[in-house]
């Protein structure tokens, strides 16, 4: 972790210390609040629920201080994204967006946004670069791809849009600021679905969009205000509790990864295994330059549907769902969920338990696949 990210780790917590009085709550009050006292010209003052929210604000502050960046609230990482096109794009642009990224994403584009006459393309991330960026008003990558684990050179690609004329969205939803920070290497804008990660306890959906640029936060909040996407007080709290353990839990389900990857690689049941952190990975190089840490997702492939879930259900210390980035550890068969991968293809997200305790129930749940 840098210098910057260990000092903003530092002071996550304690972002509010210097705005209490004696007496004062440090933890941040829940608000349930939809109309606000506001006699006279209120400018300035909350006025209604739908416009701001102390919750909201006490989580933005947080998730900006970890970007560094100004940053606008969501009640999910896809409504995020959709304020990101909506607030953005006019009809007759042209957009594109990685083929292999999460493929929500791609049904937005192609079908909303298309609807209104903007145009979408698509192409793999690991080969993002190639055909250049000219004609596009924006392009949206996510690196490390979800689920497949490829990764692009997101400064390169931020200058060679920039010289197109173009603005790049990054998706940072498999990273957080702790393992990668788009913003740094030229993005102008990140989005990320905190339902995962930075809450971190599977309870709640949220999203936020960040940006250097006061241009998009301004419109990017305009969007919110006006079309009522807004984040419910209490899930911001939630949120908000979560972010205080985040680089704790971040570290943990990281350095639990290194080591399970490698060993599930050399298991006999495994093959096709992604983790930007193993040498010999198509990602590892560029991961090493541009990721604090290779993340906490895994992916591989067992070889049938009926191997992998049997993998996935027998496994003690393992919940056969979707989404990532909770304490628990998960995994999912994608291709139930319409992704372009093979029956047997297994996207893992390690959790919090404690490395060894996991391996030795992942391990007796591939060896019955051996059998």
Known sequence: MSETM?????????????????????????????????????????????????????????LGHLEGAACVAFPSGMGAISAAFFALLKTGDR??????????????????????????????????????????????????SNPTLDICDIAAVAEAVHKAGGLLIVDNTTMTPFGQRPLDLGADIVVAADTKAPNGHSDVLFGHVASRNPDIIAAVTEWRQNAGGIPGP??????????????????????????????????????????????GDPSHNLARVQMDRFGFLISFDLGSEERAENFINC???MHAATSFGGVHTVAERRLRRGDAVTPGFVRLSVGCEPVEELWAAMKVSLDRLEG
């Open 315 to 317: 496994c003690e210390l």
């Open 6 to 62: 260990k000092a903003r780790a530092a002071t996550l917590a304690h972002l509010r210390r210097s705005k209490l009085g004696v007496g004062d709550p440090i933890p941040v009050p829940l608000t349930m609040a939809s109309i606000y006292h506001a006699p006279g010209d209120a400018t300035g003052f909350n006025q209604y629920g739908r416009l701001s929210n102390a919750n909201w604000s006490a989580t933005e502050d947080m």
């Open 234 to 279: 209490f899930e911001a709290w939630l949120v908000h509790r979560g972010l205080e353990t985040l680089e704790l839990r971040f570290d943990r389900m990281c350095s639990s990864a290194e080591i399970i990857a490698p060993r599930l690689k050399a298991h006999p049941s495994v093959s096709a295994l992604r983790y930007p952190g193993l040498e």
């Open 95 to 144: 957009i594109l967006v990685a083929s292999d990224g999460y493929h929500t994403t791609r049904i937005l584009a192609d079908r909303f946004l298309g609807a209104f006459g903007v145009k979408t393309d698509v192409r793999p991330t690991a080969s993002f670069l190639d055909g250049g960026f000219n004609g596009y008003r924006l392009v949206f990558v996510e690196s490390p």
